[in-house]
């Protein structure tokens, strides 16, 4: 059964920007909460993001996460108003590679389900997933070039590997959303669908791979990323050396026993 969502809240406002919940069968939606900021990436909810995906990512019990803002907005970018007297040196004393790490590195497969803006640190939030689902109302953006900076969470490097340099120049030279099917048509989003199947679909696609054995899981997600930046060669060998390791699990004795035995098979991450 469903359990009941926890918060995590902002301690100076009290205010309950994420929401963590747990579905069935170790499917866990985490949810952005502050929707009278457009879900705007306060340093408060960064922090929030950073511990939820720490707890997450060592927790054997989770098997895919779902991250999303909700049915209206995923998040409209960074906090603008925290920024505004930032000299260099307190950007740099943010060290925002270490708060997004959690997500980076998270083990556990992650889909963003993303209705509404995607904006600046929204977008580079939605690419630290694994897997995209937008709505038809959905748009995609990096306009931080329009306030006089650039992305600095990923939007650059994340962006080109995704989609190219011609379509990503575009994105960050203009600043120009683009919608849902332009993002699915270069390679952005995994899939598009209605508005109000967005988490629907996140939900039915999480738990599908939530059953799938968590090892395996695993495993694939580590050589799929480690091998984006490797030589063909280097990333083949990664990926020899995952599939012979996954031979020594009992999830793969379960699922090839299965499969002669024409029964489901029951993955324990063993």
């Known amino acids: ?6 918060a995590i809240e902002n301690k100076e406002s009290t205010e309950q920007e994420l929401l963590v ?9 985490v949810r952005l909460n502050r929707p009278q900021a457009t879900n705007a990436l306060s340093l408060s909810l960064q922090a929030a993001l950073s511990q939820t995906f720490q707890q997450l990512s060592s927790d054997d019990s989770v ?14 970018g960074g906090d603008i108003k925290s920024m505004d007297s930032c000299g260099p040196i307190d950007i740099l004393k943010r060290h ?4 997004w790490a959690p997500i980076e590195k ?12 995607a904006f600046g640190g929204g977008s ?6 694994d897997i995209i689902i937008a709505g038809q109302g959905a748009s995609f953006a990096q306009p931080e070039i329009r306030i006089g900076i650039m ?18 120049m575009r994105i960050l030279l203009t600043g120009k959303p683009i919608s849902a099917d332009e993002a699915y048509a270069m390679g952005l989003v995994s899939l598009v669908c209605p508005d109000d199947q967005v988490i629907p ?18 495993q694939i997600k580590e050589v799929v990323i480690a091998g984006m930046d490797a030589s063909l060669d280097a990333a083949l060998l990664m990926e020899r050396k995952a599939n012979q390791l996954l031979f020594a699990t009992q999830d793969q004795k379960e699922g090839m026993n299965a499969f002669i035995e024409k029964r489901p098979a029951v993955f324990k991450g063993e």
């Open 63 to 76: 098997r895919c996460i779902v991250l999303t803002g909700g049915e209206k907005v995923f998040a409209a």
């Open 106 to 117: 998270c083990p556990k497969p992650i889909i963003a389900a993303v209705c509404g803006y």
């Open 96 to 99: 925002t590679e270490r708060v």
């Open 1 to 6: 059964m469903t359990q009941p969502q926890t």
């Open 201 to 218: 679909e996140a939900l039915k696609m999480a738990k599908l791979i939530a059953h799938m054995p968590p090892l395996a899981v695993e």
């Open 151 to 168: 992305p600095g969470i990923g939007g650059t490097q994340r962006l080109v590997r995704a989609v190219g340099k011609f379509q990503a």
């Open 124 to 129: 580079e939030l939605a690419m630290h997933c």
């Open 21 to 29: 919940q747990r579905e069935e069968n170790g499917v866990v939606v």
